[in-house]
């Protein structure tokens, strides 16, 4: 079954700095891969997502990248403010149902 | 997007008792998709609920363990059976947005937090 490493398990950042989470992904018929947010005690939200017709996508500060052939994609989020620490969830699907990284924590420090 | 509701948000209960946990949508969604989220981990797939057939189940989760009705395109339940604590967690329910042209936008519901003692 598909398998999804995720890194760093945490992250501090100082607000204004940009942030980098990477996903590696190991099934090629995985074709969807979206990011999620959860705030503590929260759902998780869906942030951003890009399938695999696509390289890059961007939705103002934030923005995914993928390269199938490596099998990894990764979330950029510039400028970051406070109100963007949370966990931070990647995963990967293919026709139905996901498979997701074990998480990021970003502490976006003022 | 879809609006999401899920019942109970969260209990308590005995060992080897069973709770059935239920989720209600606002449109029709043709699927809906169950997940555990264990405290302080990551989200992991149960099983798929297609209405008007059998439950598709991921491995290491069974249909005797964690049944699963669809009996409409707007509603389905998930039930832990003889729980031990080891199934507290966090439930959730999901729904491919009937919305998208295409497949895989998934939204989550609130939750069901389980405590077994």
């Known amino acids: 079954g598909e398998n999804v490493e995720q890194h760093p398990s945490t992250l501090s950042v100082q607000e204004g700095d940009s942030a980098v989470i990477k996903c590696t992904y190991s099934?090629?018929?995985?074709?969807?891969f979206p990011w999620y947010k959860q705030e503590l005690g929260k759902r998780p939200q869906l942030i951003i997502d890009?399938?695999?017709?696509?390289g890059e996508k961007k939705d103002q500060r934030i923005a995914v990248t993928l390269n199938k052939t490596a099998k990894h994609f990764s979330l950029h989020i510039t400028e970051t403010q406070p109100e963007d620490s949370a966990v931070y969830f990647c995963?990967?699907?293919?026709?139905?149902?996901?498979?997701f990284g074990k998480g990021t924590s970003l502490l976006v420090t003022p | 997007s879809a609006v999401i509701s899920q019942k109970p948000s969260r209990d308590i209960c005995q060992r080897g008792t069973s709770l059935t946990i239920q989720c209600q949508v606002d449109?029709?969604?043709?699927?809906m998709f169950w997940y555990r989220q264990q405290p302080g981990q990551s989200l992991t797939l149960i099983a798929t609920a297609n209405q008007g057939s059998e439950a598709t189940y991921e491995s290491g989760f069974v249909i005797d363990k964690f049944p699963i009705s669809r009996p409409n395109l707007t509603f389905s339940t998930l039930t832990v059976s003889n729980m031990s604590p080891e199934d507290s967690s966090i439930y959730l329910c999901?729904?491919?947005?009937?919305?998208?042209?295409?497949?895989?936008?998934?939204?989550f519901g609130p939750g069901t937090r389980l405590t077994v003692l």
């Open positions: 999901s729904v491919e947005d009937p919305g998208t042209s295409s497949y895989n936008e998934q939204f």
């Open positions: 995963a990967a699907g293919s026709l139905h149902g996901l498979n």
């Open positions: 449109s029709q969604v043709t699927m």
């Open positions: 099934d090629s018929a995985s074709n969807y």
């Open positions: 890009i399938r695999s017709n696509v």
